[in-house]
């Protein structure tokens, strides 16, 4: 018994042991996580107190449909189910009767965000919001005019009719008075109330008499018409979670290097390196085993043009001349690369999808000009005819526009920005080279294996060089560690794209709900900046009336069971935008941290 004594953990060991897992989790978590995000959180100090209050109000909307959408069913659960007037592929023909109230709710709370977000603003966003609105609104109106033909023209029509009008009047007249944001907003909540909410009388009437819930079709249409509209916030979903993924790197990268000795920093690479290359190489077999060698070999050579194409990008833009720039901005900084690239991604975004925006530009001027019903269908069919005739040629162009801005930046001495576009637009170039029916489509490959393959084996190669060099140094260790678990999580994304995610789990609903999380997180880097075309409390209202907007038409595909709609809101769209927006900003970040990496250990401080 004495000797199991002496064999018990005394009194010291046992806080030395707490104290080293608080230090490796949650002093890691208090340190590294919540400091980062901490500096991305919306500021609401300075605020009035009813503009504050309007905010909390916004971001517990948000969070409620946040819930709501992760756990659709519950609306079923909990409210009759109406049938829908045109079936839908899957399970979906019934719809919960409370998400009508509910849906017609938010749009009036959204767009009363944004119309007092653009209110106080500059005149051009001013226009612009107006052109968005008015349109939506005409729409409306032009649905509840057709449903009036059934059951007559009715107090609440006038009402909404009004109420459409009296927005720019509205406008014209608050604007020169003194700005006061919580009385504009709930004079303009008030408005935009009257514009979606006393036609319910009517539709309720019409539904009496022919059966048919015309209201429902009169949602449909107005939410598919804002799909376009929220098309730039669900691509910028894949670019929060590639963000995530560099900083969710960056912590893990941070705790091994400042809570354990160097000696096990190596180990845990070693150990990192193997299982990656393990991976890859199982990967490689099965490929082998099930395409053959020869079919493997050539997809395999087409996506080691990923690493070609990034190497080609760091030679741009750190190699072109430059008229006046110091020696030390020669090279390229994780940190400028990473924040570049999140500043770069918008212009990006909407630039890329020119064509469809032009498209919804047309349709929505249309819309206001032709506010006929009849008119609808045909005029959404020509505007999505257009935008996918004019994609190919218009990529290509903003592809190439931005390997010539690179150029620019990287002459001006801005390499991080340089290093983003030339990536960009090389790897959709080379993208485009090697699809099927182009000139390279022999080298045609699909999935993230290949590249992921080729990136592992490039992170062992520089550690066994370094290694046999004698320069594996603590900040080399870091950048490989970094780059490792980078690549790791990028493989995560994968089961995004499965359609059937809202009957056999939420992995594409839960995907985008945490895009968007995160992203209210982090928006406090565009949201509290003060400026006087785009005031701080502005900015606030604006993005909350836009994030709104997006969960809303995304909880109605969700709840409706509409599996087209939902592919394409929770997946489709947010893989497209972490492929083809956010790889390039994470390639330039690895490739940053791997050939500058003391810059890696300055940006994590």
């Known amino acids: 018994m004495n000797a199991f004594n002496r064999l018990r953990p005394t009194r010291g060991t046992l806080i030395a042991l707490l104290g080293f897992l608080w230090a490796i989790s949650f002093g890691a978590l208090r340190d590294f996580v919540w400091a980062d995000i ?40 909990s409210s009759p189910l109406l049938t829908l007037t045109e079936p839908l592929p899957g399970r979906g023909r019934m719809l919960p009767v409370a998400v009508l109230p509910a849906t017609l709710f938010l749009l009036s709370v959204a767009w009363a965000f944004l119309l007092a977000g653009a209110l106080r603003s500059h005149i051009l966003i001013r226009l612009g919001v107006l052109f968005l609105f008015l349109p939506a609104a005409g729409l409306w109106l032009a649905n509840s005019l057709a449903s009036a033909g ?43 109330a009257l514009v979606f909410i006393p036609t319910q009388a009517d539709d309720v009437e019409s539904w009496r008499q022919l059966g048919s819930p015309l209201m429902v079709a009169k949602i449909e249409a107005t939410l598919g018409f804002l799909g376009y509209l929220i098309l730039p916030l669900l691509l910028l979903v894949g670019v929060d979670i590639a963000n995530f993924a560099r900083q969710a790197s960056g912590w893990t990268m941070r705790v091994a290097t400042e809570r354990f000795p160097f000696w096990l920093e190596v180990g845990a690479l070693v150990a990192l390196l193997a299982l990656r290359l393990r991976f890859v190489g ?6 082998i085993a099930a395409d053959g060698a020869r079919a493997t070999a050539l997809a395999y050579a087409g996506s080691l043009g990923v690493v070609a194409v990034i190497g080609l990008a760091w030679l741009l833009a750190t190699r072109a001349p430059a008229a006046s720039t110091p020696a030390a901005a020669e090279t390229v900084a994780a940190g400028d690369a990473a924040t570049d690239g999140e500043r770069l991604a918008l212009p990006l975004i909407l630039a890329s999808n020119g064509a469809q925006l032009i498209a919804f530009a047309g349709l929505w001027i249309s819309l206001g000009l032709l506010p006929l019903l009849t008119v609808v269908g045909s005029l959404s069919g020509a505007a999505d005819r257009f935008g996918k005739a004019a ?102 994304t994968d089961f995004i794209s499965s359609p059937f995610s809202p009957i056999f789990g939420f992995a594409g609903v839960g995907f985008l709900v945490f895009g968007l999380a995160w992203d209210a997180l982090t928006a406090g880097s565009w949201a509290n900046r003060e400026t006087r075309g785009l005031p701080r409390t502005g900015r606030i209202f604006l993005y909350l009336g836009y994030v709104l907007l997006t969960v809303t038409a995304v909880n109605w595909a969700v709840t409706g069971h509409d599996l087209a709609a939902v592919g394409r809101l929770t997946g489709d769209v947010a893989i497209a935008g972490l492929n083809r927006f956010g790889r390039p900003m994470l390639y330039a970040v690895m490739a940053a941290a791997l050939l500058n990496p003391d810059s890696l250990k300055e940006d994590q401080e």
């Open 282 to 287: 199982g990967e490689l077999a099965e490929r």
């Open 150 to 192: 059934i059951s007559g023209v009715g107090l609440g029509l006038v009402v909404s009719a009004v109420a459409t009008v009296a927005v720019p009047l509205f406008f014209i007249f608050a604007a020169r008075r003194r700005p006061r944001p919580a009385g504009e907003f709930l004079a303009l909540l008030i408005l935009t």
């Open 38 to 77: 901490r500096e991305g959180l919306i500021d609401l100090r300075g605020l009035s107190r009813p503009t504050r209050a309007l905010a909390w109000i916004g971001f517990g909307l948000l969070g409620l449909m946040l819930i709501a959408i992760l756990f659709n069913d519950f609306w079923r659960a």
């Open 391 to 492: 994609a190919l040629p218009w990529t290509i162009a903003v592809d190439v526009l931005a390997i010539v801005a690179a150029v620019f930046m990287a002459r001006r001495g801005r390499r991080g920005a340089a290093l983003y576009l030339a990536i960009f637009g090389m790897l959709a170039l080379w993208f485009e080279l090697t699809s099927p029916g182009r000139p390279l489509a022999a080298l045609t490959w699909e999935g993230a294996q290949p590249t992921d393959f080729w990136l592992t084996v490039t992170l062992v190669a520089l550690a066994l060089v370094w290694a046999a060099q004698r320069r594996l140094t603590e900040q080399r260790v870091a950048a490989l560690l970094f780059a490792g678990i980078l690549t790791g999580l990028l493989r995560q």
